[in-house]
């Protein structure tokens, strides 16, 4: 029998494309290294976990496993509507915000189509694009985040999406209010403007956009959401997003039918009815991006300033840092592959995970060779 090529008969798209790599598990880098102990500060996630109230309601929902999911998620979705005040038909959920990004790819991107984002931006935003057979549009950064000016001059006849991260994810930097409404006044009523608001729990700064007052003035808005981050249910895969009736009407016919599972819809439930978690989460956080900061400029590292759960460090070769603070057992993120090579991206975890964090990447940063020269 001869042997096919597989990968020539691929899409195009598809068979160029680089996969989105996540970060490195912390029992990955055990087995490797038969190390214990480790802490992982590569992936954004709450230090703290998800609520208490959140692993019971999820205990619970495993006795009904074995029914398939409601498809309509509408436990998930009234909750929703108390909680932000809006109609529950104006609801998309998704097996993560990736998700719900995807079926906006899949339902308002055509083959000769663009989209509009900033460099820098959410890897997996311009790996959707191309896996559909699309193009983004890549607007150059100003001061590491997201240059609206710029952005809103590259929209030209074949743009039907824009993508807005904020705060954006890897640089930590945000689109002010100000920026925003300049935006949203800017772009054409029939191009989308999608805002992918996963750290937006965690923010406290007055400039910063409440996006869904705008929604009844802007029916192009997209608003995206999660539950993996301040709500510490990453594990489960469960994100959302908040439009105009009839934008999510198209993108809840695009979905499938049980894309998000009983034991998550059940644990966002809980999480929702538990804010104290998250308050406390916020605060977690506030003291941590304090400490982290106060140690690099003791340590005489650039940082980016930023508004999320994690910050971003120039150590000059961000691989090499990274391999070497696995052999201390601290796992960050390069972030090669967002052409940032001098740059890891650090979560900010507890205050001992911190205190480990900065002792371990002043030890690789200033170990001496101790190798004798003839």
Known sequence: MSKVDFRSLANNSVRNLTPYQPGKPIEELERELGITSSIKLASNENPLGPSPKVIQAATQALQKAHFYPDGGCYELKQALSRFLSVLPEQITV????????????????????????????????????????????VVPAREWGHDIPSMIQSIDEKTRVLFLVNPNNPTGTYTNKMDFIRLMESVPPHVLVVVDEAYSEYITNPDYPNTLEFLPRYPNLVITRTFSKVYGLAALRLGYSISSVEIA?????????????????????????????????????????????????????KYIPSIGNFITVDVSNGMSVYQKLLLEGVIVRPLKAYDMPRHIRVTIGTRQQNDRFLKAVNKVLHARDNTVTA
């Open 249 to 301: 009407d198209i993108l809840n016919r695009t979905r499938l039918p049980f894309n998000v599972n009983t034991i998550a819809a059940k644990a966002a439930c809980a999480a929702l009815d538990d804010q104290s978690h998250v308050q406390n989460s916020v605060e977690i956080n506030q003291q941590g991006m304090q400490q982290l900061e106060e140690g690099l400029r003791q340590l005489n590292l």
């Open 94 to 137: 998704g097996n993560g915000s990736e998700n719900v990004l995807e079926l906006i790819v899949k339902a308002y991107l055509h083959k000769d189509d663009t989209a509009v984002i900033s460099q820098f931006a959410f890897l997996t935003i311009p790996i959707l694009i191309q896996s559909y057979g699309t193009r983004a549009k």
